[in-house]
T-cell receptor, first 116, second 113 residues
Framework: DTGVSQDPRHKITKRGQNVTFRCDPI?????LYWYRQTLGQGPEFLTY????????KSRLLSDRFSAERPKGSFSTLEIQRTEQGDSAMYLC??????????????FGPGTRLTVL | QKEVEQNSGPLSVPEGAIASLNCTYS??????FFWYRQYSGKSPELIMF??SNGDKEDGRFTAQLNKASQYVSLLIRDSQPSDSATYLC????WGGGSEKLVFGKGTKLTVNP
C-alpha cells in the first residue's frame, strides 16, 4: 500500500497525558498537512509542511500542540496535557504537484483520539 | 475568514436517481475546488477536482463550477446505495507561502434501494 499511513489508528488517554501521532506521507510527496475533524464538521486545518519547513500553523493549535517533520518525510503531532476538547479525528494528508498541477491532497486513515 | 457552505442534509434519493450536491464559497479569488467522499468512521477520499468554469465528468460523477456565482456542485448519476456517505466540498486557499484546504461541513447523502 503506497497511500498515506497514520499510527496509531485509535488512542484513548486520560486528561493531562501527552500523546504523539505519526504520519507517513505518500512516497516523494513533499507537502504534508494535519487536519482535525470533530463529529458533524468538515476537517479543519491545523498545520502545513513543505519538506521539513513548517510554513503555517493554525490559530486552532494552542501551545500544547507541536508538529515536526524532521527529515521532510514522516511527521509527528504531539499534544501535551490533553483536554477533553482535544477528542477528535486527527487527519494527515500529503500532496505533490503531480500531472494536474492542482496539488490534490490525499488523506490517511486518521487517528481517533478520545480523552477521558 | 474564508468560508465554504454546504447544505448539511440529509439528502435522500432513490437508487438510480441523480443526486445533486451544492456548495458555495466566499473567496472570489479561489481557483481550485475539490469534492471528497467520507464514509462513516473513515477518512475523506478525493473523488473530483475542478478549476475551470463549466462541467467536468468522471464516470457517474460530474462536477460543475460557476466562479461568477461562487458556486460548485457535484452530480451523481445512477445513484447506488454504496454512494451513501457524507460529501465534503473543499476550496484551496493560498497565502503567505502556505496553502491549505478549507472544507464545508459536508452533506450526508442516503441512497435508498
Amino acid at each position: 500500500d503506497t497511500g498515506v499511513s497514520q499510527d496509531p489508528r485509535h488512542k484513548i488517554t486520560k486528561r493531562g497525558q501527552n500523546v504523539t501521532f505519526r504520519c507517513d506521507p505518500i512516497s516523494e510527496h513533499n507537502r504534508l498537512y494535519w487536519y482535525r475533524q470533530t463529529l458533524g464538521q468538515g476537517p479543519e486545518f491545523l498545520t502545513y509542511f513543505q519538506n521539513e519547513a513548517q510554513l503555517e500553523k493554525s490559530r486552532l493549535l494552542s501551545d500544547r500542540f507541536s508538529a515536526e517533520r524532521p527529515k521532510g518525510s514522516f511527521s509527528t503531532l504531539e499534544i501535551q496535557r490533553t483536554e477533553q476538547g482535544d477528542s477528535a479525528m486527527y487527519l494527515c494528508a500529503s500532496s505533490s504537484t503531480g500531472t494536474s498541477g492542482q496539488l490534490e491532497q490525499f488523506f490517511g486513515p486518521g487517528t481517533r483520539l478520545t480523552v477521558l | 475568514q474564508k468560508e465554504v457552505e454546504q447544505n448539511s442534509g440529509p439528502l435522500s434519493v432513490p437508487e438510480g436517481a441523480i443526486a445533486s450536491l451544492n456548495c458555495t464559497y466566499s473567496d472570489r479569488g479561489s481557483q481550485s475546488f475539490f469534492w471528497y467522499r467520507q464514509y462513516s468512521g473513515k477518512s475523506p477520499e478525493l473523488i473530483m477536482f475542478i478549476y475551470s468554469n463549466g462541467d467536468k465528468e468522471d464516470g457517474r460523477f460530474t462536477a460543475q463550477l460557476n466562479k461568477a456565482s461562487q458556486y460548485v456542485s457535484l452530480l451523481i448519476r445512477d445513484s447506488q446505495p454504496s454512494d451513501s456517505a457524507t460529501y465534503l466540498c473543499a476550496v484551496r486557499v493560498w497565502g503567505g507561502g502556505s496553502e491549505k484546504l478549507v472544507f464545508g461541513k459536508g452533506t450526508k447523502l442516503t441512497v435508498n434501494p
